[in-house]
């Protein structure tokens, strides 16, 4: 079965650099949301999109953007980069937006780590 | 805010014994509370999850139970097995349309 895949695996970028990270969702899938996960932390969430619109936002700095274009795959721009951005990021899809009382899972790729030297 | 609070953070266990990993939660109005696996440089996947109008959900080696009024669910690892060996994290959604997680639990299971 077709996974969530993470572009690209790896990614070493200097401090001030800018990098973009690529999602695509299982196919038929409408929903994306971003993770960021810390050595040794939980993943925290960073934006949702459904249906090509903004659905959630959490703690995501003001220097990453995100969208989620026509053919559903998202993208993570990060500009300005500081050495505390380096980590894994996640991306994962569903069908449906997530609700409260939903029981659908959440298909995690293989994340995308990001360095910062 | 951690919203929920996972234990213990880490977890060694021996073949063939139980793992046992607990979560307390504040709010009320969660209703659908997931675990999530996670193998190092992989993203986490679904193990299993129960809703809180049901006290116990087993599948195979994996039993969630729940305890609404001590607002406390727990996972239960059956014969515990290396391949388990993993980080778990115990997940709620809340209101909003996210999850968030538990701050996890390494477990290690030892030959």
């Known amino acids: 079965a077709a996974g969530v895949i993470q572009s690209p695996r790896h990614l070493i970028k200097e401090k001030r650099e800018t990098a973009t990270l690529k999602c695509y969702p299982i196919?038929?899938?409408?929903?994306v949301y971003w993770y960021q996960q810390g050595p040794g932390q939980d993943p925290q969430f960073l934006i949702s999109?459904?249906?090509?619109?903004?659905?959630d936002k959490g703690s995501i700095p003001d220097r990453f953007s995100a969208q989620q274009f026509s053919d559903y795959h998202s993208e993570l721009n990060m500009s300005s980069l500081e050495l505390g951005d380096s980590a894994l990021y996640f991306c994962?899809?569903?069908?449906?937006?997530?609700?409260?009382?939903?029981?659908?899972?959440?298909?995690f790729g293989n994340g995308t780590r990001l360095t910062v030297t | 805010q951690q919203q929920v609070k996972q234990s213990p953070q880490s977890l060694i266990v021996q073949k063939g014994g139980i793992s046992i990993i607990n979560c307390a939660y504040e709010?009320?109005?969660?209703?659908?509370f997931p675990w999530y696996q996670q193998f190092p440089g992989k993203g986490p996947a679904l193990l299993i999850a129960i809703r809180p109008d049901v006290s116990e959900k087993k599948e195979g080696r994996f039993t969630i139970s729940f305890n609404k009024s001590a607002k406390q669910f727990s996972l239960h690892i059956m014969d515990s097995q290396p391949g388990d060996s993993a980080t778990y994290f115990c997940v709620h959604t809340g209101t909003a349309s996210k999850l968030t997680f538990g701050t996890g639990t390494r477990l290690q299971v030892t030959l």
């Open positions: 196919p038929r899938h409408d929903t």
């Open positions: 709010n009320t109005a969660f209703d659908y």
């Open positions: 994962a899809s569903s069908l449906g937006r997530l609700t409260y009382g939903s029981n659908s899972p959440l298909h």
């Open positions: 999109f459904y249906e090509k619109m903004q659905s």
